[in-house]
């Protein structure tokens, strides 16, 4: 039987400088630079070589892009991986899948009006707010996938109010995802779910157990999807949320 373990990485198997506490034992991902970004405790790597220790197949999914993926320095031994919320899978041969691919491009196609208006629309908001923010269409293998926002000051409650006033007029089908001082447009084609099931259906054998590893509520519908869902219990999204109904 093969297990397939589908991994979220930020704030699933390492944490970012800011939010990694004294007991770091590792570098986990670096900047552009090559500058150290993001750590890992020693629990979390006792946790990731069990996982690896009993077997499993490693599916690395991740909101990352291609080349913030490539910035992760821990050894995963995958075989693909999922990046930029399921707008790009890649291949053992390190190039995207192309039925995927293929897909993901026609979608992105058919909404980049919509994606160009929502951009707009997010630049009125803030500017008439007076919100501090910057802004980045994020792009993999070459195609524009989703709108991500960040306030400079990491005031969460402003951002918080952009996202409530953006969300009144979002094109049919697009969603916001908001996490702290992310803030994410998106497009219903593009989620990690919907990879995990193409991958399951297309690459995946039928005599599987499978996990699903995440701390966002963006990771909860591809968990969903696996035997198996499992959080950690710091800096985690669905473990605060869970938190309130604990007796």
Aim: glycine content about 10%.
């Amino acid at each position: 039987m093969t297990v397939y373990a589908f991994v979220d990485l930020d704030d699933s198997l390492f944490n970012s400088d800011r939010k990694a506490g004294p007991d770091r034992s590792r570098v986990a991902a670096v900047d552009r630079q090559g500058t150290p970004l993001s750590f890992q405790s020693a629990r979390q790597e006792r946790f990731l070589s069990h996982v690896l220790g009993n077997g499993a197949v490693i599916v690395p999914t991740t909101g990352r892009n291609e080349a913030a993926f490539h910035r992760v320095r821990l050894s995963l031994r995958h075989s693909h991986a999922i990046c930029s919320f399921g707008g790009l899978l890649i291949g053992p041969d390190g190039r995207p899948e192309p039925r995927w691919h293929a897909f993901i491009s026609a979608e992105v196609e058919r909404e980049r009006a919509a994606l160009e208006g929502i951009l707009d629309e997010m630049v009125r908001i803030a500017t008439a707010r007076g919100a501090d923010v910057r802004h980045t269409i994020v792009s993999d293998a070459g195609l524009d996938l989703y709108l991500s926002v960040k306030h400079n000051a990491h005031d969460e409650e402003c951002l918080a109010g952009v996202a409530a006033e953006l969300g009144q007029g979002l094109p049919d089908g697009w969603y916001l995802h908001l996490n702290g001082n992310n803030l994410a447009a998106m497009p219903g084609f593009l989620g990690k779910a919907r990879a995990v099931r193409w991958y399951l259906d297309n690459v995946g054998t039928d005599s599987t157990l499978t996990l699903g590893i995440g701390d966002s509520f963006t990771d909860l519908s591809f968990m969903g999807l696996c035997d198996y869902a499992i959080t950690p219990t710091s800096h985690s999204q669905i473990f605060n949320a869970l938190m309130k109904y604990a007796r």
